[in-house]
């Protein structure tokens, strides 16, 4: 009974020691893209922009606030009457609501806009995405290669070793020549200074992964890239689709949209106002209503 209690708890401590190593058993070629998708600034920021331009999409059309206006008309400033609020017939406080309406075309023109603003996030979006993640696969590729060449370089320099420390032997054989032993230490040589050179392309292969996976990037690499099979003849078909022409054609809808609110302004907006006005007790109240007009003059 208390082994059978036991063989659970022991599980789980052995799941929790492995379970690291597991995790951190190395940068495989997809998860490196999924975290650049992940938490690349470039894309959180391209985010950010969609949402904007998708919460100010449903405003374009709308009309403006309305306006509260309030004031005293017919105020007597001399005579017997003067600053009296209710003596005179004339004096009213009013308070009016105002709504100014603009042309079915300008805002018509404003909603199209907004839309097409969307439209060009959603595609600038897409091209973000392409562009990091074909960067972070040119990162892991450039550490999966620069490391491939720091390996056969160490196996250059373990065959250049085991041919010095046979040469001595050999030369005191007659079976090579006292110039090889030269030859041998100048390879030596010429290998360090290749080792130098590809250990620093690993370093610099690996600050630019880090870029984009964080300190991941520090792992061992694991599996190999996928492989791409690409046909040209549907590449050259499908240039008209490609992702970093795709917001152009809603920037060209921007503009007209942007036109179009420009030549609605040469056919004015109107308002309509309704305003309560209230005299002295003696006096009955009123109600007034009017429409007004822009005039574009100048067109």
């Given at each position: 009974?208390?082994?059978?209690?036991?063989?659970?708890?022991?599980?789980?401590?052995?799941?929790?020691?492995?379970?690291?190593?597991?995790?951190?058993?190395?940068?495989?070629?997809?998860?490196?893209?999924?975290?650049?998708?992940?938490?690349?600034?470039?894309?959180?920021?391209?985010?950010?922009?969609?949402?904007?331009?998708?919460?100010?999409?449903?405003?374009?059309?709308?009309?403006?606030?309305?306006?509260?206006?309030?004031?005293?008309?017919?105020?007597?400033?001399?005579?017997?009457?003067?600053?009296?609020?209710?003596?005179?017939?004339?004096?009213?406080?009013?308070?009016?609501?105002?709504?100014e309406v603009p042309n079915r075309?300008?805002?018509?023109?404003?909603?199209?806009?907004?839309?097409?603003?969307?439209?060009?996030?959603?595609?600038?979006?897409?091209?973000?995405?392409?562009?990091?993640?074909?960067?972070?696969?040119?990162?892991?590729?450039?550490?999966?290669?620069?490391?491939?060449?720091?390996?056969?370089?160490?196996?250059?320099?373990?065959?250049?070793?085991?041919?010095?420390?046979?040469?001595?032997?050999?030369?005191?054989?007659?079976?090579?020549?006292?110039?090889?032993?030269?030859?041998?230490?100048?390879?030596?040589?010429?290998?360090?200074?290749?080792?130098?050179?590809?250990?620093?392309?690993?370093?610099?292969?690996?600050?630019a992964l880090r870029r984009w996976?964080?300190?991941?990037?520090?792992?061992?690499?694991?599996?190999?890239?996928?492989?791409?099979?690409?046909?040209?003849?549907?590449?050259?078909?499908?240039?008209?689709?490609?992702?970093?022409?795709?917001?152009?054609?809603?920037?060209?809808?921007?503009?007209?949209?942007?036109?179009?609110?420009?030549?609605?302004?040469?056919r004015g907006d109107w308002a309509?106002?309704?305003?309560?006005?209230?005299?002295?007790?003696?006096?009955?109240?009123?109600?007034?209503?009017?429409?007004?007009?822009?005039?574009?003059?100048?067109?």
């Open positions: 009974m208390a082994f059978s209690l036991l063989r659970p708890r022991v599980g789980l401590a052995l799941a929790a020691l492995y379970l690291p190593a597991l995790a951190s058993a190395g940068l495989s070629f997809d998860e490196a893209t999924q975290l650049a998708r992940d938490q690349a600034p470039s894309l959180i920021a391209q985010h950010d922009a969609l949402a904007a331009a998708q919460a100010a999409q449903p405003a374009a059309a709308a009309l403006p606030d309305p306006r509260l206006t309030t004031g005293v008309d017919n105020l007597p400033i001399s005579g017997q009457d003067r600053l009296s609020l209710t003596r005179d017939f004339m004096t009213m406080q009013r308070i009016g609501l105002m709504q075309a300008k805002r018509e023109a404003r909603a199209a806009g907004a839309q097409a603003r969307v439209e060009r996030e959603q595609a600038m979006l897409a091209v973000s995405q392409l562009a990091v993640q074909r960067d972070v696969a040119l990162a892991w590729l450039g550490v999966q290669y620069a490391e491939r060449r720091a390996a056969q370089l160490a196996d250059l320099e373990r065959e250049n070793r085991f041919l010095l420390d046979t040469l001595e032997a050999r030369i005191a054989s007659g079976k090579a020549m006292p110039a090889e032993r030269t030859m041998a230490r100048q390879e030596t040589l010429a290998l360090a200074d290749r080792r130098d050179d590809a250990q620093r392309d690993v370093a610099k292969a690996r600050a996976v964080g300190a991941r990037a520090d792992e061992a690499l694991e599996g190999e890239p996928p492989t791409l099979a690409i046909d040209p003849e549907s590449v050259r078909a499908g240039l008209h689709r490609h992702a970093e022409i795709a917001p152009y054609a809603a920037m060209q809808a921007i503009a007209q949209a942007e036109a179009a609110e420009a030549d609605a302004e040469q309509w106002e309704v305003v309560y006005s209230r005299r002295g007790p003696q006096y009955g109240d009123m109600v007034s209503f009017q429409l007004s007009f822009d005039l574009p003059w100048q067109r």
